[in-house]
């Protein structure tokens, strides 16, 4: 099974453990390497994320357990940017970006698309009309956006507005009119060569059924020779490796043999599991 982890949020911003104490736990687990990506500052919303003065902390913090596990464990300071935030770091301040969309902005409101169902149905009623379908053309082409003009390191949680959309409550994701806007998507995104992560996050939260992206998605970014990597989104250190053995799995028969993984010496592609 895979040991290494480049999304994870400590106390810094929504996660539940301090830096430390995820770096113990990983180190606990044989980890080769464990990257930190805190919430970056969100223009629209700061319910979950870092001010800039946080994150200042948060640096201080995760190269603290750099330093503490120096010749043991590779730790990795890294940040999960929102599509929203506009700021240029100067070179080497993070030693990598995920590139995510959390919030869509709508008629002078911001959703955020992991909120509840509840939410999720109120922007679609309130924001697009009724139309779920406008949303996911909003969600994809924003998102893709962003990923192009950004161009982070790793692209998290691809298809974050389906997490509440279970049995298809809001829209048909097997529908050649949400598919279509997906890979449409994901193919702008893959153009500028990052790394795609396959995401449990939602699993672990109790959400059933749902790995970021889809397998259709899988399917065309393994059809694009793109990179993947496995995340837990941790936000607890007990979900480091969550359902890493399923992920590993699906990658297999959607006919991954590896991941990536980040060295000193940049990403380098691993044998899937290994």
Request: proline letters at 4%; hydrophobic letters at 40%.
């Amino acid at each position: 099974m895979q040991r290494w982890n480049f999304h994870t949020h400590p106390t810094w911003c929504d996660g539940k453990n301090t830096v430390q104490e995820m770096a113990d736990a990983a180190y606990a687990l044989g980890f080769l390497g464990l990257g930190f990506s805190g919430h970056g500052y969100c223009p629209v919303s700061q319910e979950y994320c870092m001010t800039p003065e946080r994150e200042a902390f948060y640096r201080q913090d995760v190269l603290a357990q750099r330093e503490r596990y120096q010749g043991r464990m590779r730790i990795f300071l890294g940040l999960e940017l929102e599509a929203q935030d506009t700021r240029i770091f100067p070179p080497g301040m993070y030693d990598y970006l995920i590139g995510s969309l959390h919030y869509i902005e709508e008629g002078g409101v911001a959703y955020p698309m992991d909120d509840s169902v509840e939410t999720l149905g109120r922007c679609i009623r309130e924001g697009f009309g009724g139309d779920a379908y406008r949303l996911a053309e909003a969600f994809f082409a924003r998102s893709a956006m962003a990923i192009c003009a950004r161009r982070p390191d790793i692209v998290g949680h691809f298809d974050l507005l389906a997490r509440y959309n279970g049995q298809g409550r809001f829209f048909d994701e097997d529908s050649p009119r949400y598919q279509g806007i997906a890979i449409e998507a994901v193919r702008e995104a893959a153009k500028t060569g990052a790394i795609f992560e396959v995401n449990s996050g939602a699993l672990a939260r109790g959400i059933p059924n749902r790995i970021y992206p889809a397998r259709f998605l899988l399917r065309e970014i393994r059809r694009l020779g793109g990179q993947v990597v496995l995340s837990s989104d941790a936000h607890r250190a007990e979900h480091l490796t969550f359902a890493f053995p399923e992920m590993e799995a699906m990658l297999r028969e959607e006919g991954f043999r590896t991941t990536v993984y980040l060295t000193e010496h940049g990403w380098e592609e691993r044998p899937l599991g290994g």
